[in-house]
């Protein structure tokens, strides 16, 4: 089995043992807004109020790359809204991947492909948009070159709902545990190549290798989860991630 094929594997495993996609259409389509009792409801509330956030930032009628569309909720607004969207994933899966696009009544076209080898020619869209994916690249900076060459000369990225740590050891923390978790809940070995989290220091990284200016956007979801952090600071525990936009633009634009 090749690192795909245990990424995806591993992921539909958990994914499903965790609660997400459902049987019924009128539930995709109503993404990121879903029901009380949804096991996921708390992550979903932070991605709508991201959502919220991003169609301030992106504008009007722009041709738009979804980078790791998983089930397609953002494609299908955003087509909604009148961009032209093009729809990538690795999974093909019926719940949570590119096979869950039949539930959407717009069209939007779809790519099964990985971050590292897109499918494109160069300079074909005007918004790279990393949807919750950015953390599950195995090498940054070629993840970054590829969605850097299909975008127009104004075009811009942005990662959004990534997990995101000033402090790389809480972020390295973090991950271990959740690996922990997939071996002692599924014995499940899970890929190690994937990063797992992003640092504000990698942006500054990026920001040296692609003339790329990057500005953090950080949505308000309520009080308790914006006071988070000060709450671990006081109680001497690690940084809490960040949820939100990094847009990039070309230096200069």
Known sequence: MNVSQN?????????????????????????????????????????????????????????????????????????RRGHSVTALDLSRDERDGLGALRHYPATFRASQADFTALPFADAQFDCAIF???????????????????????????????????????????????????????????????????VTFADFEMLSRVFAFQWAWIEPFVDWRWSTRHWVARLRGQREPARFGLMVGRRQGD
Not at 132 to 159: C, D, P
Not at 164 to 193: C, E, I, N, T
């Open 7 to 79: 990424f995806l594997e591993t992921y539909r495993v958990v994914r499903r043992a965790e609660g997400w996609g459902s049987a019924d259409a009128a539930y995709y389509r109503k993404l990121p807004r879903v029901a009380r009792d949804d096991p996921q409801r708390a992550i979903w509330r932070v991605r709508a109020a991201t959502f919220r956030a991003l169609l301030k930032v992106i504008g009007q009628h722009r041709r738009v790359l979804d980078l790791g569309a998983g089930n397609g909720w953002l494609a299908y607004q955003l087509t």
């Open 131 to 197: 949807n919750a994916s950015l953390h599950y690249a195995g090498n940054l900076t070629r993840t970054m070159a590829e969605s850097v060459r299909v975008l127009t000369a104004a075009g811009i990225i942005i990662v959004m709902d990534s997990p995101m740590y000033h402090d790389a050891a809480s972020g390295q923390a973090m991950f271990a545990k959740k690996k922990a978790g997939f071996r002692h809940d599924y014995a499940l070995d899970p890929v190690d190549d994937q990063m797992g989290f």
